[in-house]
């Protein structure tokens, strides 16, 4: 299997704001923020379609979403803020306050995992 | 019944322009807003919280004012509580909040501590040359957005303010401006741009000092790269503007460097001021983030990350901010208001406040909801009940009430809660 290097960007959109006002438990929700967007070059490398799931793992855990096609360079991959990419963030601030939400270094490949839930990652938080 | 001039209580720009139609204590339908603002006036009544408390790891429905005593017995009995959240209600609830860190000896916190901390900590340090969306709207010939997307966070942005609207010296809108955006990927945004400076991942800060040294007439080169000739071009229309204005988001404060970033770009605007008029904001995203700062300003002297633990307030991001405090488990209760750290923090710092016992104050469900020990429902703030909220360049803006509650507003709970503090 294919892994591949890549910066990881997560950020607000449209969607995602939008479903959250629905509700983070939510079908809208899952499928806006559930997900990656990824340079289709990229996709081919690592042997994905739209819609199929990848996992994307830094230093600090892992996390499946489904991936899309995106405009984003080779080598960046973006999500939205949410609790899916939360689970590959690091808790150093660096004394700020302040996490790396963006320009983590993850690697990501293709995956038969399923996705999580919202309340399947809350089970996963209270856990420990 | 239709209502004119709501205001929307969702993003800093808090679009004041709103018309929303209310039949039978529903709201029915909205105009004018963006689709995010259609989706909270439209879905207010879902997905609503109800008083909760956790018997035999269940959360079991109770009474509100059950809810609210079990929470004041929490805080009192904890030795460091941490109140966090507050960016998305009014000034009064944040206020009152402050009255009940300092009366609990906890930490106070607020989401800017993800969002725009590091911008604050800069500010502190550079100092900050900024204006009003009004001026900007009327004066701005040239709009960069840096690091920020209003094309999908601030939706109305370029149409209200920043590209499209029309203004005293900005008689043709969009043709009298000059766009620059500057980010690491294509996006909403970059679509309206004229220049669009596509850079690599954490290389904001060498590229806004490879600005600084053109600006001042230096020979720079590639940096990062981008070549020496759109360095020198950008440089040169920052400088020959009429009036400038750098917006700049979380592509800034979260990406490395964090707070140098910041110190930079504020650097980069005072610099320009020897040339042209040039002014920076920062786009702040949950409605009253900017008044959760104003007010803890004006109660503590500090924005964020404030500890009451010696009677007294104390400021540090990075020992008192909400991330820090849970990543090292020094809580031992929470208090969450008006914010949701579980979709917002770290997963491995969440887990910590799923370990205390935590109070969730909210209008709706939310994740931190589902870990809570004591959930207390309130009303929708700008929907349910008035309040004051600061726009993203702290202009104070007065909300509107729409519809009516069936719970207490967030200030009424809390100053509930801080008597029944006071009583025990």
């Not at chain 2, 609830?93 to 930490?107: I, S, Y």
Request: proline share 4%; charged share 25%.
């Amino acid at each position: 299997m294919i892994r591949m290097e890549v910066v990881l960007i997560s950020g607000r959109t449209a969607k995602q704001g939008a479903s959250l006002e629905v509700g983070k438990t939510s079908e809208e929700y899952f499928e806006n923020v559930a997900v990656i967007m990824m340079n289709e070059d990229d996709m081919k490398e690592i042997g994905v379609q739209e819609g199929e799931p990848v996992k994307i793992s830094t230093e600090f855990g892992s996390t499946v979403v489904k991936c899309k096609k995106s405009e984003v360079n080779r080598g960046i991959a973006f999500m939205p803020y949410g609790p899916w990419v939360n689970m590959v963030i690091g808790m150093d601030t660096h004394g700020t306050g302040m996490p790396s939400y963006k320009g983590a270094k993850a690697e990501i490949s293709a995956t038969d995992e399923n996705v999580l839930t919202v309340g399947e990652i809350v089970d996963l938080i209270r856990r420990g | 019944m239709i209502h004119e001039h709501v205001v929307c209580p969702f993003c800093g720009c808090l679009c004041d322009d709103l018309e929303v139609t209310v039949e039978d204590g529903k709201v029915v339908n909205t105009k004018r807003g963006c689709i995010i603002a259609k989706s909270k006036f439209m879905n207010h009544d879902r997905d609503r919280a109800k008083p909760m408390l956790r018997k035999d790891d269940e959360l079991i429905g109770v009474s509100i004012e059950e809810a609210m005593d079990r929470a004041a017995e929490i805080l009192r009995s904890a030795d460091h509580p941490l109140i966090y959240g507050l960016s998305s209600t009014e000034c009064d609830a944040q206020r009152a909040a402050t009255e009940l860190a300092e009366l609990v000896g906890g930490t106070i916190d607020n989401t800017a501590s993800v969002c725009h901390g590091p911008t604050l900590v800069s500010v502190q340090a550079v100092g900050v040359v900024k204006c009003t969306l009004g001026e900007i709207k009327n004066r701005a010939d040239l709009v960069i957005f840096w690091g920020c997307n209003p094309g999908e966070a601030h939706l109305r942005h370029f149409l209200r303010y920043s590209v499209l609207s029309k203004g005293l010296f900005t008689q043709e809108g969009r043709k009298d401006r000059t766009v620059i955006v500057v980010d690491v990927r294509e996006n909403a945004s970059t679509k309206l741009a004229d220049i669009f400076l596509k850079i690599r991942p954490n290389s904001d800060f060498e590229i806004i000092s490879a600005l600084r040294a053109a600006i001042k007439g230096h020979e720079v080169g590639d940096v990062a790269g981008v070549a020496d000739g759109t360095i020198k071009e950008v440089a040169e229309k920052m400088k020959s503007c009429k009036f400038g204005v750098l917006f700049f988001g979380l592509g800034l404060t979260m990406s490395k460097g964090k707070h140098m970033n910041i110190d930079a770009a504020l650097s980069l605007v005072r610099d320009l001021n020897d040339y042209t008029k040039f002014a920076i904001n920062s786009m702040r995203g949950h409605f009253n983030v900017a008044g959760a700062n104003e007010v803890l300003i004006w109660q503590t002297g500090y924005p964020y990350s404030v500890n009451f633990s010696r009677g007294y307030p104390r400021y540090n991001p990075g020992e008192f901010s909400a991330v820090d405090v849970l990543s090292r488990k020094e809580c031992d209760a929470a208090l969450i208001i008006a914010a949701d750290p579980l979709s917002s923090f770290p997963l491995r710092a969440s887990e910590h406040l799923a370990k205390i016992p935590t109070i969730v104050i909210d209008p709706k469900n939310s994740m931190t909801s589902l870990v809570a020990e004591v959930v207390i429902p309130t009303a929708m703030v700008g929907v349910e009940c008035e309040g004051t909220a600061y726009r993203m360049d702290c202009i104070p803006i007065r909300l509107r009430k729409v519809v009516e509650p069936e719970f207490p507003s967030d200030k009424e709970v809390l100053e509930e809660i801080i008597e029944k503090v006071k009583a025990g």
